[in-house]
């Protein structure tokens, strides 16, 4: 079973420029939740999806968003970045949301902003 | 309220030794605490869990201890080998309005076996 896989893994930016990073989970997995990855601030959660419907925000700015399809790929899309926003984004996809089960992370993608 | 303190932030053991991290949490809400392991280049990987109804979790080398009154808990590696050298995070994972659950993680440990 292929596990969750992202693209791109890395990527440059400049500030002031926009971003989209696209996630795609576990085969039946219909939950997908992003997390920022920073060297100061940790794993911070960003949102979760399931169904196409965002249910469950971090605290992160309305330049932080996404989406997510029928076939339950995700894409979070970063506008007008700025220097702070350079880390590792994860996505992760889980079976069943409503039960404490495991998320599986992906490999990330890097983001530089330059 | 939705902090997991974790520490140390770094750890050396020697080679069959015992590592042992710990966390701390405030959020009483918590009701599933995992713990991932993450390599360079790679996302975190669950190594652990447990529920705030059970005392200890062992899985091979590997076993969590979980203090609810004191709203602590540590994991605790045995004979650690250099393939263990990784990051290890806690965390806690409470449900939220609207669905789903949503994990909180701890700062991270970064643990080095040497031979």
């Known amino acids: 079973k292929a596990g969750v896989t992202q693209t791109p893994r890395y990527l440059i930016k400049t500030r002031g420029q926009q971003v989209t990073l696209s996630c795609s989970p576990i085969?039946?997995?219909?939950?997908v939740s992003w997390y920022q990855q920073t060297p100061g601030q940790g794993l911070q959660f960003l949102f979760e999806y399931f169904s196409e419907t965002q249910r469950n925000k971090g605290n992160f700015p309305g330049r932080f968003s996404g989406r997510q399809f029928s076939n339950s790929r995700s894409e979070m899309n970063v506008s007008t970045l700025e220097l702070g926003d350079s880390a590792l984004y994860l996505c992760a996809s889980s079976l069943d949301p409503s039960g404490s089960v495991e998320q599986f992370f992906g490999p990330g993608t890097r983001l530089t902003v330059l | 309220q939705q902090q997991v303190k974790q520490s140390p932030q770094s750890l050396i053991v020697q080679k069959g030794g015992i590592s042992i991290i710990n966390c701390a949490y405030e959020n009483t809400a918590f009701d599933y605490f995992p713990w991932y392991q993450q390599f360079p280049g790679k996302g975190p990987a669950l190594l652990i869990a447990?529920?705030?109804?059970?005392s200890e979790k062992k899985e091979g080398r590997f076993t969590i201890s979980f203090n609810k009154s004191a709203k602590q808990f540590s994991l605790h590696i045995m004979d650690s080998q250099p393939g263990d050298s990784a990051t290890y995070f806690c965390a806690g994972e409470s449900r939220v309005t609207g669905g789903g659950n949503k994990l909180t993680f701890g700062t991270g440990t970064q643990l080095k076996v040497e031979l």
């Open positions: 085969s039946g997995h219909r939950s």
């Open positions: 447990i529920r705030p109804d059970v």
